[in-house]
């Protein structure tokens, strides 16, 4: 009975571990997207720089998140994996609800690739981190 015990408390604070690098990477995109809206407003950036630059932000964003919250020593690259997939569809319905335009296509696949592609080399570098 004991192991179970265990067992669910790792599960939980694994899950624990994964809220909050979503909530800390949210918050951080929105004020990173705040902020470039108004660089890109003062400073006359291109439009073409502009998906670029949204990109980078989520990438910082979750590998913000994954950095601050991770530290549990094992399975880093699944965990981080899972914070970058859960992070796009977060910040999915939250900027498009910002928006009020919910389009589903191939940018939301793309963005969903690097998210957890950014969010597996995250985990890597939180519980590599940690361990030392």
């Not at 939980?12 to 902020?35: C, D, P, Q, S, T």
């Not at 319905?93 to 940018?107: I, T």
Request: proline share 1%; net charge positive; hydrophobic share 55%.
């Amino acid at each position: 009975m004991r192991i179970k015990k265990n067992t669910v408390d790792r599960d939980r604070g694994y899950i624990f571990e994964i809220v909050k690098a979503n909530i800390i990477a949210l918050i951080f995109a929105l004020l990173a997207m705040l902020l470039s809206a108004l660089i890109v407003k003062l400073c006359n950036v291109s439009d073409g720089a502009i998906p670029i630059i949204n990109q980078v932000i989520k990438s910082l964003a979750i590998f913000v998140g994954c950095i601050v919250s991770l530290k549990k020593s094992n399975n880093g690259w699944l965990r981080g994996i899972i914070c970058g997939f859960t992070f796009v569809w977060l910040s999915y319905v939250v900027f498009s609800a910002l928006q009020s335009n919910f389009v589903f296509g191939l940018s939301l696949l793309n963005d969903c690739v690097l998210g957890m592609v950014t969010g597996m080399i995250s985990g890597i570098i939180a519980v590599n981190i940690r361990k030392h």
